[in-house]
Nanobody, 117 residues
Framework: QLQASGGGLVQAGDSPRLSCAASGLTFSAYTMGWFRQAPGKEREFVAR????????YYADSVKGRFTISRDNAKNTVYLQMNSLKPEDTAVYYC????????????WGQGTLVTVSS
């Protein structure tokens, strides 16, 4: 199971950090990702961090502003969000896929981030 937290109402330019705690899986064997879904839009990819070398990959819309990281000892993945914009308002979901696989098999419940201007 994945439990996301850290969302809320923030101001444009703020730098909140989302967390996603995993349980019931061998966390270090999973690539972890963050996705988001804005009101009226489809869910989109935000960032991922690999299971093995910890390599990261970002959507162009957040590159340079968001940072994904993981702490395998705590079974937790983080999303540090900097320089937030109103268009970053969305429900943010964490997800897990087995190392080397393409499909995310576990999803968190989502945490809402609302960015006011």
């Amino acid at each position: 199971q994945l439990q996301a937290s850290g969302g809320g109402l923030v101001q444009a330019g703020d730098s909140p950090r989302l967390s996603c705690a995993a349980s019931g899986l061998t966390f270090s064997a999973y690539t972890m990702g963050w996705f988001r879904q804005a009101p009226g839009k489809e869910r989109e990819f935000v960032a991922r961090i690999s299971w093995r070398a910890g390599s990261t990959y970002y959507a162009d819309s957040v590159k340079g502003r968001f940072t994904i990281s993981r702490d395998n000892a705590k079974n937790t993945v983080y999303l540090q969000m900097n320089s937030l914009k109103p268009e970053d308002t969305a429900v943010y979901y964490c997800a897990a896929r087995p190392g080397g696989k393409a499909t995310y098999v576990y999803w968190g419940q989502g945490t809402l981030v609302t960015v006011s201007s």
